[in-house]
């Protein structure tokens, strides 16, 4: 309870900024994140660098690094996940990435 946190989403979705709940139910935690629609495998043979592209563009993001296992399309929708735990976390902030750093 109290503890503060960052729920990231991709690299094109919001993050979320959160105070924990303490909610003893999920084991006083929370998600870490957006989670993953596709495995990094079924990415590599699902998603191309080009149609990434595309999408960090539409975004105006700007990626140094990354893999197509990394691709923005491979997660959940964060929104829907943050709604799925508001017995968890009260959201304090969101903030949108527009420069995303990622190991190769």
């Given at each position: ?36 629609l596709f495995s990094r495998a079924k990415c590599k043979s ?24 990394e691709a923005p399309m491979a997660y959940k929708d964060i ?14 902030g969101t903030f949108t990435p527009k420069i995303v750093r990622?190991?190769?």
């Open positions: 309870e109290g503890q503060l946190g960052i729920i990231p989403g991709s690299m094109t979705a919001p993050g979320y900024i959160v105070r924990g709940k303490g909610n003893a139910e999920s084991l006083n935690s929370a998600s870490h994140g957006a989670g993953r699902t998603f191309t660098q080009s149609e990434i592209n595309k999408v960090l563009k539409a975004n105006e993001v700007t990626l140094i690094g990354g893999n197509i296992d929104t829907k996940v943050m709604e799925n735990q508001c017995d968890l976390v009260e959201v304090l990622m190991d190769r």
